[in-house]
């Protein structure tokens, strides 16, 4: 998942279903080194903050295309290291957002792909050619 994540250009995180594997993990770029790369293994958000944000977010499912979804700002979540220890982690601003996305995508939902799904045949042809 590293790997495919790094190979990609603007991909900030990637959760195990996008690729085909059925597991509960998700990477992520992490700090001001792009190829630092983070995984969570089994992450659940514990905890979130009253406050929102509303940003522009992509998906690497959906080249092209942003839509923009409200999340919390502050979220606290459990999960487990490559080494299988377990972790705790408050997590705020544009890395919380990457994490709410990945986990997102471990329960099955896409806002950005239900945002997508919600244009016309030629608004997605447009997306997809990128105009």
């Known amino acids: ?36 790369v983070e995984t969570m293994i089994n992450p659940i958000i514990v905890e979130s903050g009253k406050l929102t944000n509303t940003h522009r977010e992509g998906c690497l499912s959906f080249p092209g295309f942003t839509a923009k979804v409200k999340r919390p700002i502050l979220i606290k979540v459990n999960w487990k290291g490559e080494d299988g220890s377990d972790r705790t982690g408050e997590f705020t601003g544009f890395r919380s957002v990457v994490i709410q996305h990945e986990i997102d995508h471990l329960q099955g ?15 997605k042809m447009l997306v997809r050619i990128g105009r």
């Open 1 to 36: 998942m590293k790997d495919t994540l790094l190979a990609t250009k603007d991909g900030v995180g990637l959760a195990a279903p996008q690729i085909g594997v059925e597991k509960q993990v998700i990477v992520y770029r992490s700090g001001s080194v792009a190829n630092k």
């Open 109 to 123: 939902v896409c806002r950005v792909g239900e945002s997508f799904d919600m244009l016309s045949d030629k608004e």
